[in-house]
């Protein structure tokens, strides 16, 4: 990871195809239900919201530490979703 600007473009990155594979799952099965599809979106929408806050948290001892902790998270998460979006 090499900065700032490089982590919140990896966030937005990431959860922004969960949620664009998302909107592709409810397009190809428009017969089916959307209520957990959306509260896939909804989640994900959470969890870019938390990632952010913590990247622009300025009360950081060890902004090393700090970030690669956040790139574990969006890492750990990120595949989460898509656990569950491969569930649908």
């Known amino acids: ?9 990896d966030i937005n990155y ?5 949620i664009e594979a998302v909107y592709v799952w409810e397009y190809t099965n428009s017969s089916k239900d959307t209520k957990s599809s ?9 969890v870019f919201d938390d990632l952010i ?5 300025k009360d950081v001892e060890n902004k090393k530490a700090h970030f690669k902790a956040i790139n ?13 979006i491969n569930k649908l």
């Open 1 to 9: 990871m090499a900065n700032k600007r490089d982590l919140k473009k």
């Open 38 to 46: 959306e509260k896939l979106i909804d989640e994900a929408i959470l």
């Open 14 to 18: 990431v959860l922004g195809d969960i």
């Open 53 to 57: 806050a913590k990247v622009n948290a």
């Open 72 to 84: 574990s998270e969006l890492e750990t998460k990120g595949l989460e979703l898509i656990e569950r």
